[in-house]
């Protein structure tokens, strides 16, 4: 029933920004940590930015100083603004949520990803 939708990328010249965001719907108890992950072509996914309920943040190194990572609780939405971005930016870019939900009685807490949106810089 959970489901992340991304949306936000396209093409962008180097040095430009994008900002992404991703929505989680479905019968929802709480949303733990959230967060962006990006794979390119012939890579290995790769995680961009992370950020826990409580607004604690984390950031690949590739990004830190240019990606920033939010949350809106309220609409169960993550987004990251991208700004300075690089042709090595380029990749398909999948949200990620750990999300507590209420089956048959219990809780149960599980990681879902977004279908990915791509991101692609270049001049």
């Known amino acids: 029933q959970v489901q992340l939708v991304e949306s936000g990328g396209g093409l962008v010249q180097p040095g430009g920004s994008l900002r992404l965001s991703c929505a989680a719907s479905g019968i929802i108890f709480s949303i733990n940590a959230m967060g962006w992950y990006r794979q390119a072509p012939g890579k290995q996914r790769e995680l961009v930015a992370t950020i826990t309920s409580g607004g604690s943040t984390d950031y690949a190194d590739s990004v830190k100083g240019r990606f920033t990572i939010s949350r809106d609780n309220a609409k169960n939405t993550v987004y990251v603004q991208m700004n300075s971005l690089k042709p090595e930016d380029t990749a398909v870019y999948y949200c990620?949520?750990?999300?507590?939900?209420?089956?048959?009685?219990?809780?149960?807490?599980?990681?879902?990803w977004g279908q990915g949106t791509q991101v692609t810089v270049s001049s």
């Open positions: 990620n949520a750990d999300i507590r939900t209420v089956v048959a009685g219990s809780f149960r807490s599980n990681r879902y």
